[in-house]
């Protein structure tokens, strides 16, 4: 028997052997059929095992387009946020000479409201020598100083000597350019008669008045003024 066929036989009689390499996940695999199924048993384990132990990256959800259509069929479609101006409360006590205004604010998102304040006007048929009190003795008596009580003691004076049941901003505006105090008129010029009334509850005005009128704890402050020398 020849030496090539005594290797034959050997390898006929003996454990079949196979040499492969297997390439998986990195593993270099080499050596009989058992030897390559414990293997491949081994891999599929851990393979396994790193899938439940993987931690996945987030999913990233893309936000639709405005007007698209998704897969059930349904229009996406999102709320626009309009922005509001803030506006002070006492503003809107002074609507008597107060103008709104909308405009678009240019970037689609919405309008803004503005409000720009008229200029009073002067009343030529309010006759102020016709008080039955001289308003300039009236004046003197009291001396007002800031702009607060002038408004306040000028009212007074039209609603008492006067008669004038609801003051107004143009009456105020009249009064003052007569003693020449109009360079004192605010640019809101009807913000202290608001405030006369919210913050220091001297004046009241009813719902759907034109003007304002000076309560009970008005005239008690009006008397008190001028008193102490």
């Known amino acids: 028997m020849s ?9 006929n009689s003996g454990t079949s052997k196979s040499r492969m390499k297997v390439f998986v996940a990195g ?6 059929d058992e ?3 414990e293997g491949f048993k081994a891999i599929r384990e851990l393979s396994a095992s790193i899938s439940r132990s993987t931690i996945l990256p987030p999913t990233l959800t893309r936000k639709p387009a405005l007007g698209a259509k998704s897969e059930t069929g349904i229009t996406t479609v999102e709320a ?8 002070a409360v006492e503003d809107f006590e002074t609507d008597d000479d107060t103008e709104e205004t909308t405009s678009s604010n240019g970037n689609g998102s919405g309008q803004k409201r503005s409000y720009s304040f008229k200029a009073p006007t002067f009343l030529n ?11 300039s003795e009236f004046i003197e008596a009291k001396n007002p100083t800031d702009a607060m009580d002038k408004y306040l003691v000028v009212a007074f004076w039209l609603q008492k000597y006067m008669s004038v049941q609801e003051v107004t901003v143009d009456h ?11 360079a004192e008129m605010p640019v809101k010029p009807g913000k202290p008669l608001a405030d006369l009334k919210s913050k220091r509850h001297v004046l009241t005005r009813e719902e759907g008045a034109a003007g304002y009128k000076v309560n009970f704890k008005g005239e008690q402050y009006i008397e008190n003024m001028g008193a102490k020398k």
């Open 3 to 11: 030496k090539r066929d005594e290797q034959k036989a050997k390898s």
């Open 27 to 32: 593993f270099d695999m080499e050596g009989s």
């Open 35 to 37: 030897a390559m199924a």
């Open 80 to 87: 626009e946020e309009v922005e509001q101006p803030e506006v």
């Open 125 to 135: 048929d309010l006759d102020l020598n016709k008080g039955t009190k001289p308003l």
């Open 172 to 182: 105020i505006y009249t009064v003052f350019d007569h003693l020449g105090w109009k």
